[in-house]
């Protein structure tokens, strides 16, 4: 089992900035990919980014050059580095981390609300 916590949702103003982290833990020996999700209101939940074992990444294209993912496996965490904030990135953020099994655990998300 993995409990995983994300942290570091706000209010912020357009063109603002935000750190979100997510801290896995338990069976932690057997994570492998980790990822950030969300879902804005009235929409359906969307993949924003994901990070393999060694570091390797992918977006969305609506987030492409403006977020960035990156893991510390020594901390079992992983950031999602958020520039250049947009209104239509107004979510909740989830944070998933996949095991060997390849089961899926996820947080319970953290509300990013971004004015105009």
């Known amino acids: 089992q993995v409990a995983v916590v994300e942290s570091g949702g706000g209010l912020v103003q357009a063109g603002g900035s935000l750190r979100l982290s997510c801290v896995a833990s338990?069976?932690?020996?057997?994570?492998?990919?980790m990822a950030w999700h969300r879902q804005a209101p009235g929409k359906q939940r969307e993949s924003v980014a994901h990070?393999?074992?060694?570091?390797?990444?992918n977006y969305t294209d609506s987030v492409k050059g403006r977020f960035t993912i990156s893991r510390d496996n020594a901390k079992n965490t992983v950031y999602l580095q958020m520039n250049s904030l947009k209104p239509e990135d107004t979510a909740v953020y989830y944070c998933?981390?996949?095991?060997?099994?390849?089961?899926?655990?996820w947080g319970k998300g953290t509300l990013v609300t971004v004015s105009s």
């Open positions: 998933t981390a996949r095991v060997w099994s390849g089961a899926d655990y």
């Open positions: 990070i393999s074992p060694g570091g390797r990444t």
């Open positions: 338990g069976s932690t020996f057997s994570l492998t990919a």
